[in-house]
């Protein structure tokens, strides 16, 4: 993580954000750290409830207070500390500097108003052009990304559009002013793999025009293999390995990324075999366990991993990791079990 300055576009900095519950604190994320470099696509990879969307709501300060809190930590866009920003700040900034692309477009989109009304509302919140300027540029981005009949489909409400069809709106929005980061919250969720492709090659390619930086989110490895720069997995709130998705893939040095590895089909397989899921689940959150989270899942632990949590270290040129047998690992001196 340790980049040129002047090729960070955001910078998250021990983000720490807690929901007070009548059971306990639930530390959702705790103690992220991570940057974002321009026109690259960072790949955010765990289980659910990992922490994953909690992160980026973090980043846009959509967190619902109560029970929610981002209680430490900064979150730099340009040098700026988004925590920082008033109320006026932030409605300028959402939706303009950074965008999110949510997780159910159905439950996103208004279904009483139009889907050209929706787009146009979000050029209009954010630019100092009329109505007939904002149906132009609304029609051009609903074309942009696809939509067949345009000007029917303008005036179509969510339940008349099929789902592929419904985020490819929502993409609209979010492009809607051009901005510097893209966030894709489990983008393809619900639809089908053809669909699915299309969504994310349509991404890929907003993202060289516009020369945008993305942040996806999503439980699916082969969507990172193909589109991410750079991965960071997580696991109870946690960053437990960080680096290129080359080295993420081959060269995994936490017994959780080798898990995620092993849960997914392989074309390039020589033989047939079964997935092998993580055994156990995830912790409370509540109440995490003393020493490593994930020792208690871990075919690697030791009896040191029940007294130490490992930090997330630099093993080497950019790769970060959080267990005590990282340099086993990276060696080669501890044989992956299958």
């Known amino acids: 993580m340790d980049l040129q300055q002047n090729n960070k576009i955001l910078e998250v900095k021990n983000l720490k954000t807690y929901f007070f519950t009548d059971g306990g604190v639930v530390k959702a994320v705790d103690g992220v750290s991570f940057d974002l470099n321009v026109m690259e696509t960072l790949g955010i990879v765990g289980e659910t409830g990992s922490g994953k969307s909690v992160t980026a709501l973090s980043i846009l300060r959509l967190i619902k207070q109560p029970p929610g809190k981002i209680v430490e930590g900064e979150i730099l866009f340009k040098g700026r500390n988004i925590l920082d920003m008033n109320i006026k700040e932030l409605q300028d900034f959402r939706g303009n500097r950074i965008s999110m692309i949510f997780q159910d477009p159905m439950t996103s989109l208004n279904p009483v108003f139009t889907i050209g009304n929706q787009i146009m509302e979000a050029i209009i919140a954010h630019r100092n052009v009329d109505k007939k ?185 950019g790769h970060f990791t959080s267990c005590i047998r990282a340099e086993e690992f990276l060696s080669g001196s501890l044989k992956r079990k299958k």
């Open 133 to 317: 300027t904002a149906k132009q540029e609304s029609l051009k981005l609903l074309e942009m990304v696809g939509i067949p009949d345009l000007k029917r489909r303008f005036n179509s409400y969510p339940h008349e559009f099929s789902g592929g069809m419904r985020q490819r709106a929502m993409i609209a929005m979010a492009i809607a002013n051009s901005p510097n980061i893209l966030i894709a919250d489990e983008p393809t969720t619900a639809l089908d793999v053809t669909i699915q492709a299309q969504i994310l090659e349509l991404m890929h390619e907003l993202k060289e025009k516009t020369k945008s930086s993305i942040i996806i989110i999503t439980h699916d490895l082969g969507v990172v293999a193909k589109y991410a720069d750079r991965v960071m997995v997580m696991y109870a709130g946690k960053t437990v390995e960080f680096s290129d998705v080359d080295t993420i893939f081959y060269k995994p040095c936490h017994p959780y990324t080798l898990g995620l590895m092993k849960s997914i089909t392989r074309l390039d397989e020589a033989k047939r075999e079964h997935l092998k899921p993580i055994e156990g689940n995830p912790p409370s959150l509540i109440d995490l366990p003393r020493g490593c989270i994930f020792r208690v899942r871990c075919k690697y632990a030791i009896d040191k991993c029940k007294n130490i949590l490992p930090p997330l270290l630099e093993i080497e040129k």
